[in-house]
């Protein structure tokens, strides 16, 4: 069965750091993409940042970049976020998705982590 | 950059069929997922590639994409059908998702 669990969520102050974890499991997870996706208190989806198989390409919305860093580690089946510079914009369920080979999709997803930017 | 349209919400009655839309430039010509997404659960994929089903979702779900607009049917709806519905594709490698529709089912 595949698993992914997510972990490091929490209450920060703004401009703080948070560094999210992805634990998965039930799959070969070196050989496929890995995102992260957040949605907002009461809002919709919004894609985050995608990661190649061995981290050598990696994508982020306009609104992380700099501040941000998506990570692999193949070894332990784990992916990170790296957080910096919150912002209250930021506050968000994050979840951690894998890419299919073939089309794309975001096929399996984690149950999320809460993450809030307050002072 | 590149942006999906959804409407805001559908209302179906129960056992008929539902329609949910999904507006973009050209979007017949990138493919399209569909995910669902009930309250305080993580999304769940209901359609890839346009058409294609998951295993262990319902035949009742279906998927087309032409022209500027895709779309997802859900027929014969039930009542556990409902759920916000997004639709999303990849622009240049950047993930895009429509702002969701919230699917009531009478």
């Known amino acids: 069965e595949v698993q992914l669990v997510e972990s490091g969520g929490g209450l920060v102050q703004p401009g703080g750091s948070l560094r999210l974890s992805c634990a998965a499991s039930g799959f070969t997870f070196s050989i496929y993409w890995m995102s992260w996706v957040r949605q907002a208190p009461g809002k919709g989806l919004e894609w985050v940042a995608n990661i190649k198989q061995d981290g050598s390409e990696k994508y982020y919305v306009d609104s992380v970049k700099g501040r941000f860093t998506i990570s692999r580690d193949n070894a332990k089946n784990s992916l990170y976020l790296q957080m910096n510079s919150l912002r209250a914009e930021d506050t968000a369920v994050y979840y951690c998705?894998?890419?299919?080979?073939?089309?794309?999709?975001?096929?399996?997803w984690g149950q999320g982590t809460l993450v809030t930017v307050s002072s | 950059s590149y942006e999906l349209t959804q409407p805001l919400s559908v209302s179906v009655a129960l056992g008929q069929t539902a329609r949910i839309t999904c507006g973009g430039n050209n979007i017949g010509t990138k493919n399209v997922h569909w995910y669902q997404q009930k309250p305080g659960q993580a999304p769940v994929l209901v359609i890839y590639?346009?058409?294609n089903r998951p295993s262990g979702i319902p035949e009742r779900f279906s998927g087309s994409n032409s022209g500027n607009t895709a779309t997802l049917t859900i027929s014969r709806a039930q009542a556990g059908d409902e759920a916000d519905y997004y639709c999303q594709v990849w622009d240049s490698s950047t993930g895009v998702f429509g702002g969701g529709t919230k699917l009531t089912v009478l």
């Open positions: 590639r346009d058409s």
């Open positions: 998705a894998s890419l299919s080979s073939s089309g794309w999709e975001l096929d399996y």
